[in-house]
């Protein structure tokens, strides 16, 4: 069954605005763990964020801001005040307790117009 | 710096063939997995290692195989190369921290032709 499902296949945000990125997660493990990668065109896979299930506070870095809606399932991405260098795809992954693999989603594409 | 490495970064491939992709990274992590990644599917998992000698079957692992006979390395083989085996190849791999964040190699641009 999928675990983490990303809706948006693609998505285009002008120049600094801001853009949210969806992901659900399916688990029945009450302590996991989500991840955000971003992959540029170059192809290499960039951690930018992680919320654990039991933390307190939505997790952020810099321009990057997990909205982590636990009854809902949802981890969605804001980046605010997107730059074109933002042009990339975004996956989800989640990792549950006591497990050190993850199960990425399809991936969103997000494309910053000048 | 530590860091994770995969050679090759392209092959091209018979079908039949065996391959093997390297994988080593001096980060002194006992974790390490293998994804492909295919348009449309997002990272698959392949096989993981959770330490030396240790190895496990991911989601996708037909027709693919790793040993782990120390903490640096995790050889990708692919035992008979087929055309559904060309894919974009990723080593990974993970510390015990809290976030247990992977840290990925380059890719590997594998084509079977």
């Known amino acids: 069954a999928q675990k983490i499902t990303q809706t948006q296949p693609g998505m285009f945000v002008q120049e600094k605005e801001a853009v949210t990125l969806d992901c659900t997660y399916d688990t029945s493990d009450p302590s996991y763990g989500l991840f955000w990668y971003k992959q540029p065109s170059s192809g290499e896979m960039i951690f930018l964020i992680y919320q654990g299930s039991y933390d307190q506070q939505n997790a952020t870095e810099g321009r990057y801001s997990l909205n982590f809606q636990k009854a809902r399932k949802s981890a969605n991405l804001v980046i605010s005040a997107s730059q074109l260098g933002d042009s990339a795809m975004y996956f989800c992954a989640m990792r549950e307790f006591n497990d050190y693999k993850l199960s990425f989603g399809a991936g969103t594409t997000v494309t910053v117009r000048a | 710096d530590a860091e994770i490495t995969q050679s090759p970064r392209h092959k091209i491939t018979e079908t039949g063939r065996q391959v093997t992709l390297a994988c080593h990274q001096t980060?002194?992590?006992?974790?390490m997995f293998w994804y492909r990644q295919d348009l449309g599917h997002g990272l698959r998992l392949i096989h993981y290692?959770?330490?030396?000698?240790?190895?496990n079957k991911g989601e996708v692992s037909d027709g693919y195989s790793v040993s782990r006979s120390n903490t640096e390395d995790l050889p990708l083989t692919l035992e008979s190369a087929a055309s559904s085996q060309t894919s974009v190849y990723f080593c990974?791999?993970?510390?015990?921290?809290?976030?247990?964040?992977?840290?990925f190699g380059p890719g590997t641009r594998l084509t079977v032709t």
């Open positions: 990974a791999s993970s510390d015990s921290s809290r976030t247990y964040e992977q840290y």
């Open positions: 290692s959770y330490g030396v000698h240790d190895t």
């Open positions: 980060w002194n992590h006992n974790n």
